[in-house]
């Protein structure tokens, strides 16, 4: 289901333009020509473990959505479509209140 999951978050999820691609580049180089050798290689660390840390977010958060829209899809299947005013009528009725 990972798998299945990742794909579906890649197909629906948009990707940066190339302009933004080259923005982030030149800013990226810009940083580790400030830089020692040693500090250039942190640096690469830090973007990587960055880029890692975002890709797992988005798609952490690609199946909880999923999972909710799923969801909320099985529950409206077990009853039909669902209607606004009959809940209300509904919780109006268990409360024992006339319905305005």
């Known amino acids: 289901m990972y798998n299945y999951m990742r794909a579906l978050e890649d ?7 190339r302009k ?7 800013k990226r180089q810009e940083v580790a020509t400030l830089l020692d ?7 690469l660390r830090l973007v990587d473990a960055h880029t890692m840390a975002q890709e797992e977010m988005a798609l952490e958060s690609f ?5 909710l829209a799923w969801g909320i899809a099985a529950e409206l ?9 009959q809940e209300q ?5 268990e409360r024992g209140e006339p319905y305005a």
């Open 11 to 17: 197909r629906f999820t948009p990707k940066p333009d």
């Open 20 to 26: 933004q691609r080259r923005d982030l580049e030149a």
């Open 37 to 43: 050798k040693q500090g250039r290689k942190k640096l």
């Open 63 to 67: 199946i909880a959505g999923f999972r």
């Open 77 to 85: 299947s077990v009853n039909g479509s669902y209607s606004y005013e």
């Open 89 to 93: 009528f509904n919780r109006v009725q």
